[in-house]
């Protein structure tokens, strides 16, 4: 994808990974660094399409994703409040831990159904997203170097 579309493959990449749909976007964010793109531009549009991906997701959350599930019997009327409460409880640590494979598309729209504060959540959700490139970004130049070493 990323050979094909360039930095444009990376940032829809990275984009539809912090949706609902599983997406691995560090091999995106490996494979760029591996074909040559500045690293910087990489983390900046990585993270980008990342935030953003994961702001739809609480969109969903916020416009009331919540009461359509309640419609379907999804999920009942008490769970939601008890999710409402610990998101305001805890919601700078879901919204930082966002970049979990599997769990942080549940966090953002945990954090969009119980209305957390879209400025905390966009803080937090990029200095998590940010450190987490940056250790892959950081991680793939160490073991670069550290195969040229070994040969």
């Not at 050979?3 to 749909?21: D, K, R, V």
């Not at 008890?82 to 942080?104: N, V």
């Amino acid at each position: 994808m990323v050979e094909a579309y360039g930095l444009w493959g990376l940032f829809f990449g990275t984009f539809l990974s912090s949706t609902i749909l599983p997406f691995p976007s560090e091999a995106l964010v490996v494979a760029c660094i591996a074909l040559g793109y500045d690293h910087f531009l990489v983390l900046m549009i990585a993270s980008f399409g990342n935030i953003l991906g994961s702001l739809s997701t609480y969109i969903l959350g916020y416009l009331g994703l919540t009461k359509i599930l309640e419609r379907m019997g999804a999920i009942d009327h008490k769970r939601v409040q008890y999710f409402r409460k610990k998101s305001h409880q805890y919601g700078a640590l879901l919204a930082f831990f966002a970049f979990l494979p599997i769990f942080g598309d549940a966090f953002v729209l945990a954090l969009g159904l119980s209305r957390y504060s879209i400025l905390k959540t966009v803080i937090f959700l990029t200095l998590g997203k940010v450190l987490r490139y940056m250790i892959v970004i950081f991680g793939t130049e160490w073991f670069v170097r550290l195969f040229e070493l070994l040969k």
